[in-house]
């Protein structure tokens, strides 16, 4: 039986795709190290009940977690600008980063909590009777035990930020799968360049679930 799957286009738009690999990676890196950096905030904010931005801060979780990132996405890009002209100059790059690094944050919030509980209450105490002050026993004792317990978690969403990635398309930044719909428009090989796509992105995430993994093996070692 004849197939009009034409296996030579898409190996060929395989390589044309795979070079804006950096878009997306760069998307999900740069989101995930602001996330954190919000989530760490908020889970500061939340453990020393901070007046005022501790009730901000769970309008904020509750937010990001309760609608779509598209329309999070649409409002940052699309509606913001119409409150506040001064961010009328932000660009799509720069709003699908500010909208992927809230979203993941009000997720990450919980992985960090969760991975700090489980650590011991007697290491802060052990921590402080010999002198540490709060801050240095959370950071020399407390978080890097939890950060071996929050590292599975982190790395799923990650990996859901890799993907999630692909929404960049909708403000018109040219990563991987705007550049497969430009080129299916094109030729009419829709199959051919969305394979390409799933492809690509298969590979990417194989890659980072490879590292999380030498990076889970080699922080547990020590237990």
């Known amino acids: 039986m004849k197939t009009d799957f034409d296996v030579i286009y898409m190996m060929q738009s395989f390589l044309a795709l795979a070079k804006y690999i950096y878009l997306t990676i760069s998307l999900a ?84 909590r969760g991975a700090i509980s489980s650590v011991d209450k007697g290491q802060m105490e052990a921590a402080l ?37 692909s929404l960049a398309f909708t403000l018109g930044v040219a990563e991987i799968l705007a550049q497969a719909q430009m080129s299916a428009a094109a030729t009419y090989k829709f199959f051919e360049n969305y394979l390409a796509v799933a492809l690509i992105y298969w590979l990417i995430i194989i890659f980072f679930n490879r590292i999380q993994r030498i990076l889970e093996n080699r922080m547990g070692h020590a237990y």
């Open 129 to 165: 009777s010999i002198g540490m002050s709060h801050w240095k026993g959370m950071k020399r004792i407390v978080l890097p035990q939890a950060a071996r317990v929050a590292i599975p978690s982190l790395g799923n969403t990650f990996v859901d930020l890799l993907k999630s990635s």
């Open 29 to 112: 890196v740069i989101s995930m190290v602001l996330g954190l950096t919000i989530a760490l905030a908020l889970v500061a904010i939340g453990t020393y009940k901070v007046r005022i931005l501790n009730p901000i801060s769970k309008v904020y979780i509750s937010f990001f977690r309760g609608t779509p990132l598209l329309v999070q996405l649409f409002l940052l890009y699309y509606g913001l600008p119409q409150v506040a002209p001064m961010f009328k100059s932000m660009n799509a790059y720069t709003a699908a980063i500010v909208g992927l690094s809230m979203n993941a944050s009000a997720y990450m919030v919980e992985t960090l």
